[in-house]
């Protein structure tokens, strides 16, 4: 008889999580057909199918989309396991999955590399970029350790601890360097430029200036910081970057950086990680070692 293995697991875990068998075995590092089969295999185990296999991508059946989410816990309970070894075995070691926010990861994360180079030196980073919302889908579904984020992220099940406060900066066209700066109920008629929805320093610059969701004074989203500062140097608009970014975007467009009047629009950058993780303890003495570092 065939007996369920992990390994049936994760291949399904894959196939759920990119609802393409192609793709789902190019992240496997497996033939197609071969995925194909353990997942054949696995329904045969279970006496029910997990799929509707379509021409372009597949449905996961009722029972499918409930066992992807027990898969899921079960994975990472196990992958828990050989952490909570591992963290018997000395200080932090191996691999640290890493992930970074695309408005800090630029400009931060060579520091951060170097500081956690010298904190633990058997450490080895694999950090990876991306927006708030996945990077914690992938936190929660154990695909990552550690998140770098702009806090609060208002999650219970994940730890949160601040590194370090900045403000935003207001960027006009050089030209305007000496003009008075606007009021806050004047930016959005600029206009203001904004980053593409999901990126979660947009939504603070809306919150700051007290706008709606869709900004109707708002001509343009970008999908990066340097995008947005190009655009205020060609002339159009004007918009907010993290202090963090200015002076390495200023170099390359006819800009003025301006620090607004207080209360200033600041975020906190912040470590986050399950709260389930065993090395919780460890990862919070991680997050206060690097937090001196970058303050130092």
């Known amino acids: 008889m065939i007996q369920l293995t992990l390994k049936h697991l994760r291949y399904f875990d894959a196939l759920a999580r990119h609802r393409h068998f192609g793709r789902a075995a190019e992240a496997l590092a497996l033939s197609q057909p071969a995925l194909s089969l353990q997942v054949k295999e696995l329904e045969l185990i279970l006496g029910a199918p997990l799929v509707e296999r379509g021409a372009r991508q597949i449905r996961l059946t009722g029972l499918g989309e409930d066992f992807a989410l027990r898969a899921r816990d079960i994975l990472r309970s196990v992958d828990e396991l050989g952490t909570l070894a591992h963290a018997a075995s000395g200080p932090l070691s191996g691999r640290l999955r890493l992930g970074v926010i695309p408005t800090v990861a630029p400009y931060l994360l060579p520091r951060v590399m170097q500081a956690l180079a010298g904190l633990y030196p058997d450490l080895v980073l694999r950090p990876r970029e991306a927006i708030t919302p996945k990077l914690m889908r992938d936190l929660g579904e154990g695909r990552l350790d550690l998140a770098l984020v702009a806090l609060p992220v208002s999650e219970p099940s994940f730890v949160e601890t601040p590194l370090f406060e900045e403000e935003f900066l207001l960027v006009r066209h050089e030209t305007a360097a000496h003009l008075p700066l606007p009021a806050l109920a004047e ?82 950058i912040g470590m986050v990680w399950r709260r389930s993780n065993p090395l919780s303890d460890r990862y919070a003495a991680l997050a206060e070692g690097l937090r001196q570092a970058l303050l130092g």
């Open 187 to 268: 930016l959005p008629l600029a206009p203001l430029l904004l980053l593409e929805e999901g990126h979660c320093f947009r939504d603070q610059a809306i919150a700051f200036c007290k706008l709606p969701p869709s900004p109707a004074g708002e001509i343009m989203e970008g999908s990066s910081l340097s995008t947005l500062v190009q655009m205020v140097g060609a002339g159009i608009g004007v918009t907010l970057i993290p202090e963090m970014a200015a002076n390495i975007e200023a170099r390359s467009a006819p800009v003025a950086l301006h620090r607004l009047p207080a209360p200033s629009p600041r975020r906190t």
